[in-house]
C-alpha cells in the first residue's frame, strides 16, 4: 500500500567558509511523496521533477519555490531522470516498462521510446542517448538511442561490466563514464552509436553518486575511504582534486559554471561548496530544519543557478518526512 508523505519545503541554512551571507528563504509548502530515486530541476519552465522508481506510477512535479504543481502519469519504475542539453525535454529510465521517456519540457506530455530491455540510467551526448540496462539474465549493459530517428541498439558492452549507471558531458565528446559497483570506468564512443564500446582507465571509489563537470575535465565522486569527495581526472582516471568533506559521502552536483556540491548523509552537516579544482571550501550548509533531517542518497541537483537539497527523517509514527530545500545565490558566478 502506498504510504502518505509529507515534505516540508524550507530555506533554512547556515553559511560557513568565506562567511558570505545567508541566502533568502523561500516559503514552505507541503508535497507528498512515495520515494526518492532522483531529481532535475528545469529554471526556463520553473520546474523541479522528482522520480520515485517503483513505489509509484506517477513523476511528481513541483515549482522552483517547492509548490505542487502536479504529477505525470503512466512512467511506473521511473529512475535515472535528466534535463536534455537543450531544455526542451527531460529524459527518464523506466525500468519496469523497458523504455525511456521524453517528456516535454513546455507541456510535460509523454513520449516512450520502446528498448525491449529494462534502462537504469540514460545519458545525453549530442545526438545520441547512452543507457545501462539490467533484466534478469542481462547483468548491467550499454545500449544507445539515435535521436535522429529513433534506432535503438543494446549489447555495447559485454555483461560482465556489471554497469549500473552512465554519466556523459558536453565538454566530453566521444567518452562516457560509467559505475561499475565501487568503480568508475571511462568509456570510448568515438565508434558511433551502433558499435560496441570500449573501456579505458578506471579508479576506485565508491561513488554512491557520481557527477561530471561541465568542461569534461573531471568527474566528482563520492568516496568512503577516506570520508571525502574525489575529483578524477578525465584523461586518466588519476585523482585531479580531493574535496574535504567528511562522513557519510552520498551525493554530488556540478553547476553550469564549475562549481561543485559535494553533500553528505549526515544529520549534523549537510552540502559543502567547492570551485572545480578547488580544495579550499567555499561554503557550507546545513540541510533540513530539524535535527535528524539527512541527505538522501543523489539527493542534490543544481538548476541554473540554485541548489536544490532533498532530506529526509523518520517521524514518530514512522512516517518519512523530506524535506527539500532552495539555496539561493549559492555562488556568485565568476
Known sequence: MRRAVTSVITTALVAAGLGVAAAPATPAVTVSLAGYTDMAVDGTHGRVLITSGDATSSITVLGLDGSRQGTIPGVAGAQ????????????????????????????????????????????????????????????????????????????????????????????????????????????????????????????????????????????????????????????????????????????????????????LDNASRGVYLYREGSASLFRSYRVGDDVYDSLVLRGLEFGSRDLYALSSRWDGSGTVVWTLQRFTRSARRR
Open 80 to 263: 535515472d531522470i535528466h534535463l536534455a542539453t537543450d531544455r526542451s525535454a527531460f529524459y527518464v529510465s523506466l525500468r519496469s516498462q523497458k523504455a525511456i521517456g521524453v517528456i516535454d519540457a513546455s507541456t510535460l506530455a509523454v513520449t516512450k521510446i520502446a528498448l525491449g530491455v529494462c534502462p537504469t540510467s540514460v545519458a545525453q551526448q549530442d545526438q545520441v542517448l547512452w543507457f545501462t540496462y539490467s533484466c534478469s539474465g542481462q547483468d548491467g549493459m550499454i545500449g544507445s538511442v539515435q535521436l535522429s530517428d529513433g534506432t535503438v541498439t543494446t549489447g555495447l558492452s559485454e555483461p560482465r561490466w556489471y554497469l549500473s549507471r552512465v554519466e556523459s558531458s558536453p565538454g566530453l565528446p566521444g567518452r562516457l563514464v560509467a559505475r561499475q559497483n565501487g568503480t568508475l570506468f571511462l568509456v570510448d564512443t568515438t565508434a558511433g552509436a551502433t558499435a560496441p564500446v570500449s573501456f579505458g582507465a578506471s579508479a576506485s571509489t565508491d561513488a554512491r553518486d557520481f557527477a561530471l563537470t561541465p568542461d569534461g575535465k573531471e568527474v566528482v565522486a563520492t568516496d568512503d575511504s577516506p570520508y571525502r569527495h574525489v575529483g578524477f581526472s578525465t584523461t586518466d582516471m588519476t585523482v585531479r582534486t580531493i574535496y574535504p568533506t567528511a562522513e557519510y559521502p552520498n551525493a554530488v552536483a556540478v553547476r553550469g559554471d564549475g562549481l561543485v556540491a559535494a553533500g
